[in-house]
């Protein structure tokens, strides 16, 4: 979204979009799990903006303030995720710039949709990969659990 809440697309095409058109075009509601990871890298992001002396202390706390009621309203399921908001970047963009106004534009200073885009992508990568190497690790020691006391079993069953 930009500061006339269009959509990246609705700033080339002239005529109205129809509903059609904007439900392919969206990933809403695929890429809204990675809400958490795109509200991170924003925040990390604003927080270099600020330490760059491109932005000042005062807009980078108003940005992480929207940011973190953000996360707090999609966490209590009181967020509404619409398909014409076309991704979860654009979602949160639109409900910046709602809260807080026309610093929200900060979020994309010396930062392009694709950088954004990809770092939530890793971001999340890494975090799934974690989340399934846990998952792994405990199959593995039930496997184990089940394998050695099946292994005692037998022991005791042929001692007898």
């Known amino acids: 979204m930009n500061?006339?809440?269009k959509s990246v697309w609705g700033?080339?095409?002239k005529g109205k979009?129809?509903?059609t058109f904007q439900k392919v075009s969206s990933s809403i509601e695929v890429d809204k799990r990675l809400f958490k990871e795109d509200i991170i890298a924003s925040?990390?992001?604003?927080e270099m903006l600020n330490r760059q002396k491109i932005i000042n202390f005062k807009i980078k706390n108003k940005i992480?303030?929207?940011?973190?009621?953000?996360?707090?309203q999609i966490i209590k399921k009181k967020y509404h995720f619409d398909f014409k908001d076309e991704d979860i970047h654009m979602s949160i963009e639109k409900s910046l710039f709602e809260?807080?106004?026309?610093?929200?534009?900060f979020i994309h200073t010396a930062r392009?949709?694709?950088?954004?885009?990809?770092?939530?992508?890793?971001?999340?990568?890494?975090?799934?990969?974690?989340?399934?190497?846990?998952?792994?690790d405990q199959t593995i020691k039930n496997i184990l659990k089940i394998e050695f006391t099946n292994f005692q079993d037998f022991q005791k069953q042929a001692w007898r």
């Open 64 to 72: 992480i303030w929207g940011l973190k009621k953000i996360q707090n």
């Open 99 to 105: 809260l807080i106004g026309d610093d929200a534009g």
């Open 3 to 5: 500061k006339k809440n």
């Open 43 to 46: 925040i990390a992001h604003v």
């Open 112 to 136: 392009s949709r694709n950088d954004q885009v990809l770092v939530d992508f890793k971001l999340w990568m890494i975090n799934s990969n974690k989340k399934l190497i846990d998952l792994l």
């Open 11 to 13: 700033t080339r095409i």
């Open 17 to 19: 979009t129809s509903n």
